[in-house]
């Protein structure tokens, strides 16, 4: 039997797997906003079409063209504190029966070339107006984790970061990267029973658990009881584009050499935020320790207590 359909059988159309964007809206790059973006390539180049939820400003009632603009418009009108008060409630109100999620266009009509850094490869992009600040303000006991619903809807919904949010009618995958505020909760600035409760709800209600480690996974099993086959650990991803991975290591080293005065392959190097999770003052003692002449190069974002940090 031949695997080839028949040529008047048209091609199934591909799957979407929707993810969001809570990371890839802040100015400010995270580590789990780099993990989002390669994860939408990956759904690419797996096959799949892509869709990104965004909890931007686009309202529903706007019309096609203002949903573009609105979407990277950058402006925060003032609100007075009656205003503010009212919108509380009405916030509310769309926690309880729960959000929708409509499809901002992309026709081109924005000269969008300063976020291309920041946005992911997608297919599809899908806005619910103040979505994550509003899902996190009213996150209670008894209603964990808040449902949004997409007037398309699509195969499966992955969320990148702890969200208490919920798809109904589809697979729910959710990567938790760690567990650092229970682990080391003075490490953080997190609401740690808050944090607690949540994570908990999405244990209990995801469809599947998704890590990006061994001893990250080994903490949700024993920490939350879930059963190791509904973890699966994928490991980090990393993307190197092609003009730096094809370049001599020759250039790479008078590159090194004339703007760092560092040796091609002779020095250590951390990239991350500097705060105290990271653990980077233990790592400048074990480093002072050594008395190894190999230069330690650290590069990140200032974050808390890096002062702290770097008083070494």
């Known amino acids: 039997m031949s695997a080839t ?13 929707m993810i ?13 906003a780099t993990y989002a973006r390669n ?48 919108k509380d409630v ?39 107006p103040d979505l994550f600040r509003v899902s996190h303000a009213n996150f209670s006991r008894s209603a964990p984790l808040r ?11 992955h969320w990148t970061y702890p969200l208490p949010l919920r798809a109904p009618g589809m697979p729910n995958v959710y ?15 997190d609401n740690k029973r808050r944090y607690f409760r949540l994570v908990s709800a999405i244990c209990d209600q995801a469809d599947h658990i998704v890590t990006v480690s061994e001893s990250s996974k080994a903490d949700i099993v024993r920490l939350f009881g879930v059963s190791p086959s509904r973890v699966t650990n994928t490991y980090q991803s990393v993307y190197v584009p092609e003009i730096y ?18 040796e091609y392959r002779k020095y250590y190097l951390f990239w991350g935020s500097i705060e105290p999770k990271k653990n980077i ?4 003692e074990g480093y002072l320790s050594s008395g190894v002449p190999t230069p330690l190069v650290i590069v990140g974002a200032q974050a808390w207590k890096s002062e702290h940090e770097l008083k070494l």
């Open 5 to 17: 359909p028949p040529a008047d059988r048209a091609a199934p159309a591909a799957k979407t797997i």
């Open 90 to 128: 009405l916030n509310w109100g769309r926690a309880r029966i729960g959000f929708s999620a409509t499809q901002v266009p992309m026709s081109g009509l924005v000269i969008a070339d300063s976020f291309a850094s920041r946005l992911p490869y997608f297919d599809a992009i899908h806005n619910s």
């Open 39 to 86: 994860l939408s390539y990956c759904i690419r180049d797996l096959g799949y079409r892509v869709g990104v939820l965004y909890g931007n400003k686009p309202s529903a009632k706007m019309s096609p063209a203002m949903k573009e603009v609105s979407f990277f418009d950058t402006y925060q009108p003032r609100i007075s504190p009656l205003g503010q008060a009212w």
């Open 281 to 284: 003052g233990r790592m400048i």
């Open 147 to 157: 449902r949004v619903r997409f007037e398309a809807p699509p195969d499966l919904m």
């Open 245 to 262: 991975l094809n370049r001599p290591a020759d250039a790479i080293a008078r590159e090194l050499e004339g703007i760092f005065g560092l």
């Open 175 to 189: 990567t938790l990267h760690d567990l650092v505020p229970l682990r080391l909760p003075h490490t953080t600035l």
């Open 20 to 32: 969001d964007g809570r990371n890839l809206e802040l100015e400010r790059g995270t580590g789990v």
